[in-house]
Structures are given as C-alpha cells and as structure tokens.
C-alpha cells in the first residue's frame, strides 16, 4: 500500500539472510546446554562463512532459567493458539520463543562498525579505498539547480557533495565534492534535519528557520516511535537463571477481557478518520487521506490478519522482568530545525507519544498482560515480590487506572522510523523505491529514517537487509 512493489517480504529476505553468520543454538557447543531456543535451518544463511553478521545464543555461563518454559506453558494455558519454541527468524513473529542476538562465538557484540568498517579498515587493499572523519558534524547537502538538464538527469537539482563544520565560525567549514553520489545514513533523527538545512522539507518549517526552500516534501514528518514499559518482580530461588525470551502478542491477546470493545472501535472507519485529522493537526503527517489508507491498513494487520500488536521482552537474569512496547503505533510525530544554523544544533525531536487513544491503551493493557502471566499458572510458582509498579497499582487494577499509569511511566524505545519514507510521491514519500530523494540527482537516504511504517519485530535487521538491497541496487546502476 506504500507504493513499493519492490519491497515485499520475499524481496528482502534474502538480504537478511545473507549478510548473517550464524550458529544453531541447538547444536552450539560454545554455550550452556539445555536451552529453549528453536534453530530452523530454512531461514537462515547456508552459506556460513559468507555472512558479515554473527549471530547465535547470548550465553552468560549459567543455568538456563525454568521460567522461559514456564512463560511458554503460561502463555499456552492463556491463549491455546499461541504458538513457542520457534524460531523468530522466519519472518512470523507470533507466540514465546527464545531468539538469538548478534554475538561472535566470545559473546562480543557484531555492530555494523565491526561487521562491515573493521575489514575494510584492516584489508591493505580496501584501507585505501575510504576516508573516515570521527568527531565531525555534516551541516547539510551542496545542492545545484539543473539549469540545462543532461541526458541522464531526472532531478530539479543535483547532490554534488556536503559541508561539514563548527558553530559560530564560518572559516571551520569544509566541503567534500561527491564523484557520483551522496549517501545519507545519519539515522532517523539527522538525517531529516540535514536535509532540511538543505532547503529541502515542509515550506512553514523552512520559513520558520530562515532557511530558503528548494523542495517541498514532507521531511521530518511521520515520526513514528514505540513507548517502553516495564513489569519486574523478584524471582525464586527455583527460578534462578540466565536466558530472554519474547512474547510477540496479537491484538486480541494484548486486550484480554476488553478485546471485544477496541476491536470495535478499531473497525469503525468513523473513528480511523478522526484519528487522521488529528495526526495532521498535530503537525505528525501532511495529508489525513493518505495516513487514513495507513491506518485501514493496520486495521487489516491488527483485525483481520493477526499480525503481533505488541512485544513483551522477558529477561530472567535474577529477577523477572518485563519491558514491553506497542509495535504499531497510530501516533505520528516529526523532527524539525528552528535555526538556519545546522552547527546550532536547535531543532525538536516530537514523537507526540500517546497522542493516540489506542496507543495509549494498547500499552496499558499489555503491562497488565504481563503481570497476569507473571502471577499465573506455571510463572505464579517463580515469582516474588513484585517490584514494578508494585504498590504503585493495586493488583486488581482497571484498564483506566493502568492507562494512567502508563502515560506517567514510560520511555521511549529509540525505535525511530518514517522521517524520509519511501513511498510514493503521493501518499508522503521522501525517497522512492531506489532510496533516491524525489528531484534530486545523486542523493539517496539510506537508514532507518525511510521505513514509512514499525513493523512487528526488531528493526536491525530490516535496516541491514534494507541497506544492503539498496547497495546493489547502486552497484548494479554503476556496473559499466
């Protein structure tokens, strides 16, 4: 529905897998025996050894924790149809299962700075190949009208470099020329900013700053981030151990007892439509016709096809803990600048948390869910004296009550996607199916700022499947 037929699942699942290096839990030699993590060979690289991620069980040397099953079999006796003990890589997130994290064979963490810079740093023919500057600030993209478009322009401008600098003084500011292209990787938070130090976003925001417009899009707009609660409780000697699993929760598992009635208002267009208007009055998207198909769409996620609406991340390292976070909002924020000066760094960051009736509730009743799987069936013999909210909420709280509470005990969960989109032109769209900035030439944005929706697992590894489809995308443009 975004206008990016060349983005489906199957599209970038094999980007996902190839760029892993993976070992099966069940047979790692390396880690405590005896887990509950479910290995399933399909969905992972078979080439091992052409991967750039590693990825396998996060070890501390301990006993594995009888609760991770005990939340499996509570969860089971809960809702019959939650599925556990699978493997979450296979693009179904739904039910309890443990998963694996990106971690060498030593348990070092594999970021994207050890997994794809320090090889090439290391290698004496690739070194050469790349500048790296540490500590600078890139202030916006050098931008040039095409006056007399060339053959192969397609763009009002052309990206031919960037300007990096210091505030407040103009004999500290460097230009670097691009040869082809500018790539723009400086998050969901930057990189909208520095696009609109450009002269590139909405016209109000651009006056605002005192920054001449040169494109009119909706950058910065979008802003789609989760809200982070937490459970805790202490745990019992029996229950003492190491391990994390997840509950990926449908909407009706999240609700519970109150299920019906927000699916009800979820399925009223009436509603859907209010909500829009507001998104856009609240300065958190451009246009409510265009946010009401994105909203008719997560009703068909949510309703129809049971797509996961909330995550509750158990860890059991000496205590029970539950962080847990709504995986589709409906609240929209944006990030914008309020000075022309991009080395002032003045700008707001706004996800306009819970401006959403539903977000609001929808995290409510999923910390409620999981201080009743806490204190119920098989979980209740593991768990001691509740820590969060303990006597903050009465244990028979209402849904109203744990709204409430949310909303006073919240944080965020630095999830940030939407602030150059890809989609189409006309529903909102930053970029387009190839990462390219509409009319400009030779400007692509490429990290999590062009995801135009969450979606219902963890984002890293959509942002390195979406990275490395879009690298060959620009390779094979550039093959002679």
């Given amino acids: 529905m975004f206008g990016n037929p060349d983005w489906t699942w199957s599209e970038l699942d094999p980007f996902m897998k190839d760029i892993e290096k993976p070992r099966d839990p069940t047979k790692d030699k390396t880690i405590k025996s005896g887990s509950w993590h479910s290995y399933d060979p399909a969905c992972h690289n078979d080439g091992n050894d052409t991967g750039q991620v590693w990825v396998g069980a996060r070890d501390r040397g301990r006993d594995w924790s009888q609760v991770i099953p005990a939340l499996m079999r509570t969860v089971?006796?809960?809702?019959?149809?939650?599925?556990?003990?699978?493997?979450?890589?296979?693009?179904?997130?739904?039910?309890?299962?443990?998963?694996?994290?990106?971690?060498?064979?030593?348990?070092?963490?594999?970021?994207?700075?050890?997994?794809?810079?320090?090889?090439?740093?290391?290698?004496?023919?690739?070194?050469?190949?790349?500048?790296?500057?540490t500590?600078?600030?890139?202030?916006?993209?050098?931008?040039?009208?095409?006056?007399?478009?060339?053959?192969?322009?397609?763009?009002?401008?052309?990206?031919?470099?960037?300007?990096?600098g210091v505030h407040n003084k103009d004999n500290w500011r460097w230009n670097v020329t691009a040869k082809q292209e500018v790539l723009l990787a400086a998050g969901s938070a930057m990189s909208p900013l520095i696009l609109q130090y450009s002269?590139?976003?909405?016209?109000?925001?651009?006056?605002?700053?005192?920054?001449?417009?040169?494109?009119?899009?909706?950058?910065?707009?979008?802003?789609?981030?989760?809200?982070?609660?937490?459970?805790?409780?202490?745990v019992t000697a029996q229950g003492n151990g190491q391990g994390q699993a997840a509950y990926f929760a449908t909407f009706a598992e999240v609700f519970g007892p109150d299920a019906q009635a927000y699916e009800g208002i979820l399925n009223d267009d009436d509603t859907l439509k209010k909500w829009a208007d507001e998104t856009v009055a609240?300065?958190?998207?451009?246009?409510?016709?265009?946010?009401?198909?994105?909203?008719?769409?997560?009703?068909?996620?949510?309703?129809?096809?049971?797509?996961?609406?909330a995550e509750l991340f158990l860890d059991t390292d000496n205590r029970i803990n539950f962080d847990l976070w709504d995986l589709i909002p409906f609240t929209r924020g944006y990030v914008k600048i309020l000075d022309k000066d991009p080395y002032l760094r003045s700008f707001e960051y706004n996800p306009r948390y819970f401006e959403n009736e539903l977000d609001?509730?929808?995290?409510?009743?999923?910390?409620?869910?999981?201080?009743?799987?806490?204190r119920s069936h098989e979980m209740a013999?593991?768990?001691?004296?509740?820590?969060?909210?303990?006597?903050?909420?009465?244990?028979?709280?209402?849904?109203?009550?744990?709204?409430?509470?949310?909303?006073?005990?919240?944080?965020?969960?630095?999830?940030?996607?939407?602030?150059?989109?890809?989609?189409?032109?006309e529903?909102?769209?930053?970029?387009?199916?190839?990462?390219?900035?509409y009319d400009v030439d030779g400007l692509r944005v490429v990290d999590g700022s062009i995801p135009p929706t969450q979606v219902s697992s963890h984002v890293m590894t959509v942002f390195y499947g979406m990275a490395a489809k879009i690298a060959k995308v620009i390779i094979d443009e550039y093959k002679p």
């Avoid at 009465?394 to 890809?422: D, I």
Wanted: hydrophobic fraction near 35%; proline fraction near 4%.
């Fill in 427 to 437: 529903q909102g769209g930053v970029v387009n199916q190839k990462a390219q900035v």
């Fill in 76 to 133: 089971n006796h809960t809702y019959p149809d939650a599925p556990t003990q699978r493997d979450l890589c296979c693009g179904d997130p739904r039910g309890v299962s443990m998963f694996m994290n990106t971690l060498t064979p030593g348990q070092i963490r594999t970021d994207a700075a050890r997994s794809w810079l320090d090889p090439i740093l290391k290698n004496a023919t690739t070194k050469n190949r790349i500048t790296v500057l």
């Fill in 381 to 425: 013999q593991y768990t001691g004296n509740e820590l969060i909210p303990g006597h903050l909420l009465p244990l028979n709280a209402t849904l109203s009550e744990w709204m409430h509470y949310v909303k006073q005990n919240f944080r965020a969960n630095y999830h940030g996607v939407g602030t150059c989109s890809m989609m189409s032109r």
């Fill in 199 to 234: 002269g590139i976003g909405p016209k109000k925001v651009l006056q605002h700053a005192n920054v001449t417009q040169k494109l009119d899009l909706p950058v910065g707009l979008n802003l789609q981030d989760q809200t982070t609660t937490n459970v805790r409780s202490e």
């Fill in 360 to 374: 609001v509730a929808g995290q409510a009743a999923a910390s409620r869910l999981a201080r009743t799987l806490s």
């Fill in 282 to 309: 609240g300065g958190g998207f451009h246009n409510s016709t265009a946010l009401l198909e994105q909203y008719r769409n997560y009703q068909k996620w949510l309703l129809q096809e049971n797509v996961t609406y």
């Fill in 135 to 164: 500590g600078q600030i890139v202030g916006k993209v050098n931008l040039e009208k095409n006056v007399q478009k060339s053959p192969d322009a397609n763009g009002l401008y052309k990206a031919t470099g960037v300007e990096f």
